[in-house]
């Protein structure tokens, strides 16, 4: 099981705009002993009701990951108010 905090979602979120395409910038990384993974994995908030930003659902496919390629991270939520 993986928990994932609002705070680093939201921060993966803006870091994605920022680098436009960074599958041109991945590196392959070369590992000695084989990549374990879980069956699958969970998410819980961790937020406060206070946050303007509440995650719903998170939605990871393939799910498991699967180690080399690539993945897409669905995210739906709901915002209280105008970001900046």
């Known amino acids: ?6 705070l ?3 921060g993966l979120s803006a870091a994605s705009l920022a ?16 990549v374990h993974t879980s069956s699958s994995w969970e998410w819980s908030d961790c937020g406060s009701p206070d ?6 659902s998170v939605k990871v496919s393939p ?7 690539n993945m897409t991270v669905e995210v739906s ?6 970001i900046k």
């Open 77 to 82: 939520g709901y915002v209280s108010s105008t």
């Open 1 to 6: 099981m993986v928990s994932i905090p609002l």
């Open 63 to 69: 799910d498991p990951p699967v180690p080399g390629k």
């Open 8 to 10: 680093a979602i939201l």
């Open 51 to 56: 946050d303007v930003i509440e995650i719903k």
């Open 19 to 34: 680098l436009g395409n960074p599958i041109d910038a991945q590196e392959v990384l070369q590992v000695d002993s084989p």
